[in-house]
C-alpha cells in the first residue's frame, strides 16, 4: 500500500492563478481531509468528505474548492491563489468517524508570490 | 467550541532526560484525543490515542499519555527521551465526520 499519496510536492504561484493538489489514498477510507500547517497555529481544517460525493467545510474553507468523484480521490483546487494562501498543505484519510486514526500524506508545500 | 490548548511553544531537554509536553482541550463531551509526532519536512504519525477505558495510554517509541478529566489534560510523558524524538508534537481532539482539531504543536529540541 503507498497510504496517502500526494502531488506536487511544491509549487511556485503567482497571485491570481489557479492549480490543484491531488490527493489519493488506497486503503479504501471513506473520510478525507484537507488541512493546512502554518507556523504557531497548528493544522486547520479546511475541507472534508464523508464519502464519494459529499463534502463539507471545515473551519478555513474561502479560496479553496473540493469535491470527491471517487473514494480513492480528493483533490483540492485553489481559484484564485493569494499570497495568504502560502502554506504547507496536508491530506488525511481515515476508515471512519472521530475515534479512528487519521493517516497523513507527505504533504506539498506551497509558495504564492 | 472546541479547542485544544498546547501551552509550551518550545522545550528543550537533555537526552536520557524525561520529558512531559502539556496538552488541555475544551469539548463537551468525552474526547476522543490524539497525540502526533512530526519530524521536519516529514507528514504526521500518531503516537498514541485515547477514547476511552484505561486513562494511561501507551503508544510508540516509548510514550505514553494520561488523560485526566477533572483538569482537561492529555499530557505526553516519556522517560528517557533519545535525540531521535526531536520533532514537533501535537495534540488534537476528534470530532465527528472524521475531523480533527488541532493545538499549535510543541517543538522539542535535545541536547547531547
Known amino acids: 500500500n503507498a497510504g496517502v499519496t500526494q502531488t506536487p510536492k511544491f509549487q511556485v504561484l503567482k497571485t491570481g492563478q489557479s492549480m490543484t493538489l491531488q490527493c489519493a489514498q488506497d486503503m479504501n477510507h471513506e473520510y478525507m481531509s484537507w488541512y493546512r500547517q502554518d507556523p504557531g497555529m497548528g493544522l486547520r481544517l479546511i475541507h472534508y468528505s464523508v464519502g464519494a460525493g459529499i463534502t463539507d467545510q471545515g473551519e478555513v474553507p474561502n479560496g479553496y474548492n473540493v469535491s470527491r468523484s471517487t473514494t480513492e480521490d480528493f483533490p483540492l483546487r485553489l481559484l484564485s491563489a493569494a499570497p495568504s494562501q502560502t502554506s504547507v498543505y496536508f491530506c488525511?484519510?481515515?476508515?471512519?468517524?472521530?475515534?479512528?486514526?487519521?493517516?497523513f500524506g507527505p504533504g506539498t508545500r506551497l509558495l504564492v508570490l | 467550541a472546541q479547542s485544544v490548548t498546547q501551552p509550551d511553544i518550545h522545550i528543550t531537554v537533555s537526552e536520557g532526560a524525561s520529558l512531559e509536553l502539556r496538552c488541555n482541550y475544551s469539548?463537551?463531551?468525552?474526547?476522543?484525543l490524539f497525540w502526533y509526532v512530526q519530524s521536519p519536512g516529514q507528514g504526521l504519525q500518531l503516537l498514541l490515542k485515547y477514547f476511552s477505558g484505561d486513562t494511561l495510554v501507551q503508544g510508540i517509541k516509548g510514550f505514553e499519555a494520561e488523560f485526566k478529566r477533572s483538569q482537561s489534560s492529555f499530557n505526553l510523558r516519556k522517560p528517557s527521551v533519545h535525540w531521535s524524538d526531536a520533532a514537533e508534537y501535537f495534540c488534537?481532539?476528534?470530532?465527528?465526520?472524521?475531523?480533527?482539531?488541532f493545538g499549535a504543536g510543541t517543538i522539542l529540541r535535545v541536547k547531547s
Open positions: 469539548y463537551g463531551a468525552t474526547p476522543y
Open positions: 488534537a481532539v476528534g470530532l465527528a465526520g472524521g475531523k480533527l482539531v
Open positions: 488525511a484519510s481515515s476508515y471512519s468517524g472521530h475515534q479512528e486514526t487519521q493517516y
